[in-house]
């Protein structure tokens, strides 16, 4: 078949794949547009009932005299004190507006911003406890990172600091009881939490 055939057939179905992938992006691009008006739309719905955190500041091993950069990641958790805070991790604002109206979507955003200054904090003190002195911090360790992974956090070095504790102390099943609740996190990170934490098991094992 002569070079000339080649380049027309090729130039044919390049033409025709560019024409499906506009067409593809354009159906997606009037979806999007399309969920996004709905949800402008949606009324205001009620939020005081959400399953809003409250934190255990008198169960958490909070310490006066602790240095920088501990004392800082405390300070930030104090001053929370009084706030909402909502898990809301995975959820767009199209998503947000859609399930409670787009008048109650700054507040929402508030509310998730505080979670995440939570849960971040969580883990850099969790993380400066574990690197000043791993022993001797353990129960430290333990009650911020329990209490972390009980409300949804998707920090992997909270895991996985908390994984090795349990590894140390042969206490397998709290593992696998990590690794069902990293499954069910609303996150990106579930998947490299989740590998993590079965190759701890898998090493232990062999």
Do not use: C
């Not at 939020?47 to 800082?72: C, G, Q, T, V």
């Not at 991790?89 to 508030?110: H, I, R, S, V, W």
């Not at 908390?162 to 099943?173: C, G, N, V």
């Amino acid at each position: 078949m002569p070079i000339l055939v080649f380049f027309v057939i090729f130039a044919v179905w390049t033409m025709y794949e560019i024409r499906k992938s506009n067409n593809k992006g354009k159906a997606i691009s009037e979806a999007f547009w399309q969920r996004e008006n709905d949800a402008n739309n949606v009324r205001r719905q009620d939020i005081s009932n959400l399953d809003y955190i409250d934190i255990p500041y008198d169960e958490l091993p909070f310490d006066d005299n602790a240095h920088e950069p501990i004392k800082n990641y405390q300070d930030k958790i104090l001053k929370l004190k009084g706030s909402k805070i909502l898990n809301l991790t995975g959820y767009t604002n199209t998503d947000l507006k859609m399930m409670y109206g787009p008048a109650n979507l700054n507040d929402l955003t508030e509310y998730d911003n505080n979670y995440i200054t939570l849960v971040s904090n969580l883990g850099l003190w969790i993380k400066a406890l574990d690197d000043e002195n791993h022993d001797a911090n353990t129960n430290a360790i333990k009650a911020l990172a329990s209490y972390a992974v009980s409300i949804g956090s998707d920090v992997s070095t909270t895991y996985k600091i908390l994984a090795s504790i349990y590894l140390e102390s042969d206490m397998i099943p709290e593992i696998y009881e990590l690794i069902d609740k990293a499954t069910e996190l609303n996150s990106l990170n579930k998947d490299v939490i989740v590998t993590h934490l079965r190759s701890l098991l898998e090493s232990d094992i062999s």
